[in-house]
């Protein structure tokens, strides 16, 4: 798997689409979307943070990694309750810190 190589000190935005139904339409779930980050360590580094919304279904967060983070390949993934039931992405290898 590629990813995408952010080099350390430098921020990276980590967007995702919430989507339901078949065909698939994006929909806003009743609470906004958090957010969880761990380092190649296994230290959350974000822990449960919200997004920023950027339009229906639409959403992101904008990390920005330190200039000594620990380098290798951090976990990823988010949770998105609606009414009561929580719902989420599973946690996912998303970005490679570098020095370069």
């Known amino acids: 798997m590629n990813l995408p190589q952010i080099r350390a000190g430098t921020a990276v935005i980590i967007p ?5 139904g078949q ?3 994006l929909y806003d779930p ?3 979307p958090v957010i969880y980050i761990e380092d190649p360590a296994g230290t959350l580094q974000v822990n ?3 997004m920023t919304k950027n339009s ?3 959403y992101q967060y904008t990390y920005s990694t ?8 951090w ?9 009561g039931v929580t719902s989420g992405t599973p946690k ?3 970005f490679t810190l570098t020095t370069s």
């Open 66 to 73: 330190a200039t000594n983070g620990v380098l290798g390949d």
């Open 75 to 83: 976990m990823v993934w988010i949770n998105a309750p609606d009414s």
């Open 16 to 20: 995702i689409l919430i989507t339901q």
């Open 56 to 58: 229906v279904g639409n």
């Open 30 to 32: 009743s609470s906004i």
């Open 23 to 25: 065909p698939p339409t």
């Open 92 to 94: 996912t290898p998303t």
């Open 48 to 50: 449960g943070l919200a």
